[in-house]
């Protein structure tokens, strides 16, 4: 009777043990409490049909990420240093009237041989001042709309965060609210979905700043000057959002900021088209937070706990464009910062109890 005491006083010390180191780290930002969640894995998942020989890469972020995250701040310093001198995203980013001044040319960072003057109309949409404050953020929180997120109730974690980046005008109410937050600082929208979803702003206006509105008074980041055929439209996005008096401020990302982007991960390993909209978000977030966590950033169509069948995104099933992003080899070097201490991946549910 003893023995079997003995044992199973062992066993629930080795347990709170095991629970004890996997905990999630507490940062110093009294909102921010994140803490670590106890991956299910046993084995390698299997291919399945939705996510052919995939198996291996689960289960090496999987390994990764089942590891204590903590920051490694000289990692971190280097790696913002180097991004920072290649591409100065807090100055460059977003045009303004300082870093473009009336008269100069804008090179489409999507079509290098065309280009366009900036002349007085076109520069009266600039802003005026620095659209960021001098001031880094101490965390910020870069949110994906990868299918992972669906049922993960990382919403409050999310909104805790001082600086929250969105990507692509996503749904923040009513159902999803829970899983994703409702936060947000700055959102980016992809001219195609100006195109597609509201016919190009050339009919009824109003549906964009319905939707809009749930994004209160944040940055609307808006890639006008990356192909000749998004400018119009993204010009039109300006002044519907000023016509209609929308709180929201819509900002243009500068190509020049995306060129020297391209050229830094390319530098790092990465190999494709176009960055996508996510590693484009991840890195201005590194040069202005002194923290970074990344929601909804996985590229496979499984869940990595529970192996479970994945839609694209947390609010619909469409699929992104084929061969146009490489979103597992820009996961792998997102894990690889994970790995690193420069930026922290959160993979799988938030825990209930932080609620």
Wanted: proline share 6%; with cysteine; net charge positive.
């Amino acid at each position: 009777m003893k023995g079997h005491l003995s044992s199973l006083m062992i066993s629930v010390l080795f347990a709170g043990g095991l629970l004890t180191t996997l905990m999630w780290y507490k940062l110093d930002n009294k909102n921010m409490k994140y803490r670590r969640h106890l991956p299910k894995m046993k084995i390698a998942p299997r291919s399945t049909d939705s996510c052919k020989n995939c198996g291996e890469s689960i289960k090496k972020a999987l390994e990764i990420s089942f590891k204590p995250w903590r920051k490694q701040e000289d990692n971190f310093k280097k790696f913002r240093f180097q991004l920072s001198s290649k591409c100065n995203g807090f100055d460059k980013a977003i045009i303004t009237q300082t870093n473009t001044p009336l008269g100069s040319k804008l090179v489409y960072d999507g079509q290098k041989k065309t280009s366009l003057q900036v002349k007085p109309e076109i520069f009266s949409t600039f802003p005026k001042g620095h659209p960021f404050s001098n001031k880094t953020k101490l965390t910020c929180a870069v949110v994906g709309n990868g299918g992972i997120l669906a049922n993960s109730r990382c919403g409050k974690m999310i909104d805790s965060a001082e600086f929250v980046i969105r990507c692509n005008l996503p749904p923040v109410t009513n159902r999803h609210e829970k899983h994703v937050g409702s936060k947000t600082n700055l959102v980016t929208s992809n001219p195609s979905i100006l195109l597609d979803k509201y016919r190009s702003l050339m009919e009824r206006r109003r549906p964009l700043i319905e939707k809009l509105s749930s994004y209160g008074d944040s940055m609307l980041l808006l890639p006008a000057f990356s192909y000749s055929i998004n400018t119009p439209v993204c010009i039109r996005a300006l002044y519907t959002v000023q016509d209609f008096e929308s709180p929201i401020r819509p900002v243009f990302l500068n190509p020049q900021y995306l060129e020297s982007l391209d050229l830094f991960w390319r530098s790092q390993g990465w190999k494709a088209s176009r960055l996508s909209t996510g590693i484009m978000m991840t890195s201005l977030a590194l040069e202005l937070c002194d923290n970074v966590h990344l929601f909804g950033f996985w590229p496979f169509s499984v869940h990595p706990h529970t192996f479970q069948d994945l839609t694209h995104h947390y609010n619909d099933n469409k699929p992104a464009k084929s061969n146009f992003h490489a979103m597992p080899t820009e996961f792998n070097l997102l894990l690889q910062l994970h790995s690193q201490g420069v930026l922290q991946l959160h993979l799988g549910d938030c825990e209930p109890d932080y609620y």
